[in-house]
């Protein structure tokens, strides 16, 4: 029975970790996209700053800027980011359980 309950805790050590590598795999690519997104941050100023012009010209021609799209994109960019901020955590958090559990197990089987 020892043995049976030391192969149990080993095979859930191991589900534990693969599962710990997956999620830290999300997470670098959770703060990849946030990288981006901040990037996005960036160049939507440059764009705010544009969209506080009424007309621009384009190719001779006067062509008038609507602001109110900028705004949404704007908000859109927002809302999304607050998003993945939310959806990281998370996996910050279900990853710090994983270390403890992972931890736990370890201290069992030695």
Known sequence: PRRRDAAYLQTQLLIAQKEEAGIQHQTQEYDLMAAAADLDEIEENDNNVISEVT??????????????????????????????????????????????????????LA
Request: some cysteine; overall charge negative.
């Open 55 to 108: 007309d621009v010209e384009q190719e001779g021609e006067t062509v008038e800027q609507n602001s109110v799209n900028f705004e949404e994109t704007r908000a859109l960019c927002e809302s999304l980011y607050q998003n993945l901020a939310i959806k990281v955590e998370k996996v910050n958090s279900v990853n710090h359980k994983l270390k403890e559990t992972n931890a736990d197990l370890t201290t069992e």
